[in-house]
């Protein structure tokens, strides 16, 4: 799935790598992970680059939580990171334990989504997923600013259109020859449905939650079957609204010297009958891709937020009070003196 950025701003897609068209005006991002094409603006033409034979990965997946193995007889320090983020449960390392509690009492106080004294799993769930995407809010943080053009803390789609599309718009000329550019006309419409389904209230306006999603749709569950949606359009190339065995491997793989197929390819190919056609008629309808790109893996932050319950609720009440919290505190975060106790059990890499 693309989207333009203004200017020269480049943005982490799913894996975290970019990919852009650079010009004037404009830069052309994949964000959900793309077949790796790349286009430069050459002699006043954008020219596609060739893509590269390695595999590529469309699979979302939960950062860091999953790539972690949660260790309860060693220490509290995947708690921690679950909880504060990484970088964050580092910061609390440094303070006393009388300001790492003073700090969790206010963290808490915004964890209760509804103000009504209590922490629920699911409000506990929902910092912990907050928390791990913070980088998608940071990133979304240093671009508003280009978006914003009025300055009212908003971006309306007009906004947005102009800042991304102003150059084209302002002279199309340059972008008729180009047979195979990424088409700008197709673009512009698909980023407009996009925006529609993040702008939930409707007014085509987006506060920052709402332009996040917009951004970074594949982070939000209201906005999956438009990421679906996308991968469906950027697979199916004879567009009958399918993805067959060749399309998908075609996504991967450019098969540009005639030679033999990798190894890895074939392997592919074995996977899409086996696994990604679940019907067996030899392509793969929404659904289908749904279950290939969005797995229903093991949910890291629902499990830890069960944890964080169970481990904390005194009176069995199957939620936390800020006492509760508080008097657990060190399994929530760090400080200088539980910090001091993991660090002679820590290997040197982990320091």
Same mark, same amino acid.
């Given at each position: 799935?693309?989207?333009?950025?203004?200017?020269?701003?480049?943005?982490?897609?799913?894996?975290?790598?970019?990919?852009?068209?650079k010009?004037p005006?404009?830069?052309?991002?994949? @964000?959900?992970?793309?077949?790796?094409?790349?286009?430069?603006?050459?002699?006043?033409?954008?020219?596609?680059?060739?893509?590269?034979?390695? @595999?590529?990965?469309?699979v979302?997946?939960?950062?860091?939580l999953s790539?972690?193995?949660?260790?309860?007889?060693?220490?509290?320090?995947?708690?921690?990171? &679950?909880?504060?983020?990484?970088?964050?449960?580092?910061? *609390?390392?440094?303070?006393?334990?009388?300001?790492? @509690?003073?700090?969790?009492?206010?963290? =808490?106080?915004?964890?209760?989504?509804?103000?009504?004294?209590?922490?629920?799993?699911?409000?506990?769930? $929902?910092?912990?997923?907050?928390?791990?995407? !913070?980088?998608?809010?940071?990133n979304? &943080?240093?671009?508003?600013?280009?978006?914003?053009?009025?300055? #009212?803390?908003?971006?309306?789609?007009?906004?947005?259109?102009?800042?991304?599309?102003?150059?084209?718009?302002?002279?199309p000329?340059?972008?008729?020859?180009?047979?195979?550019?990424?088409? *700008?006309?197709?673009?512009?419409?698909?980023?407009? @449905?996009?925006?529609?389904?993040?702008d939930?209230?409707?007014?085509?306006?987006?506060?920052?939650?709402?332009?996040?999603?917009?951004?970074?749709?594949?982070?939000?569950?209201?906005?999956?079957?438009?990421?679906?949606?996308?991968?469906?359009?950027?697979?199916?190339?004879?567009?009958?609204?399918?993805?067959?065995? $060749?399309?998908?491997?075609?996504?991967?793989?450019?098969?540009?010297?005639?030679?033999?197929?990798? $190894?890895? =390819?074939?392997?592919?190919?074995e996977?899409?009958? #086996?696994?990604?056609?679940?019907?067996k008629?030899?392509?793969?309808?929404?659904?289908?891709?749904?279950?290939?790109?969005?797995?229903q893996d093991?949910?890291? &932050?629902?499990?830890?937020?069960r944890?964080?319950?169970?481990?904390?609720?005194?009176?069995?009440?199957?939620?936390?009070t800020?006492?509760?919290?508080?008097e657990?505190?060190?399994?929530?975060?760090?400080?200088?003196?539980?910090?001091?106790?993991?660090?002679?059990? !820590?290997?040197?890499?982990?320091?």
């Amino acid at each position: 799935a693309y989207c333009l950025l203004p200017q020269q701003h480049t943005e982490k897609n799913v894996q975290g790598t970019t990919s852009t068209v650079k010009h004037p005006d404009l830069v052309l991002l994949s @964000r959900t992970s793309r077949s790796g094409i790349a286009a430069l603006k050459t002699g006043g033409q954008l020219k596609t680059k060739a893509k590269p034979t390695i @595999r590529k990965e469309r699979v979302l997946r939960d950062p860091e939580l999953s790539r972690q193995a949660h260790e309860d007889n060693k220490s509290f320090q995947y708690d921690h990171e &679950a909880f504060l983020g990484k970088e964050e449960a580092k910061t *609390f390392d440094q303070l006393t334990p009388e300001e790492s @509690r003073d700090r969790l009492g206010k963290i =808490v106080e915004r964890i209760d989504g509804d103000g009504d004294g209590y922490i629920t799993t699911a409000e506990l769930k $929902d910092w912990i997923k907050r928390v791990q995407k !913070r980088y998608v809010y940071e990133n979304v &943080a240093k671009v508003w600013t280009d978006y914003d053009l009025n300055k #009212d803390n908003r971006i309306s789609w007009d906004e947005y259109k102009q800042a991304t599309y102003g150059y084209y718009l302002a002279n199309p000329e340059e972008f008729q020859d180009d047979k195979d550019q990424f088409s *700008f006309k197709k673009m512009l419409p698909r980023d407009e @449905r996009r925006f529609k389904t993040a702008d939930l209230n409707g007014d085509m306006t987006a506060d920052k939650e709402e332009f996040t999603s917009f951004l970074h749709p594949e982070e939000f569950d209201h906005m999956k079957d438009i990421v679906v949606q996308e991968t469906l359009e950027d697979i199916d190339k004879n567009g009958d609204g399918y993805v067959d065995e $060749d399309e998908y491997i075609a996504d991967m793989f450019s098969h540009e010297d005639g030679g033999p197929e990798p $190894d890895w =390819v074939k392997t592919e190919r074995e996977q899409f009958s #086996d696994f990604r056609d679940l019907n067996k008629d030899g392509k793969m309808d929404k659904d289908e891709i749904r279950h290939w790109i969005m797995p229903q893996d093991y949910d890291h &932050a629902q499990a830890e937020a069960r944890h964080l319950v169970y481990e904390s609720d005194q009176d069995k009440d199957q939620k936390l009070t800020k006492d509760e919290i508080l008097e657990n505190w060190n399994m929530f975060v760090g400080s200088q003196a539980t910090n001091y106790g993991e660090d002679l059990t !820590r290997s040197h890499d982990e320091l």
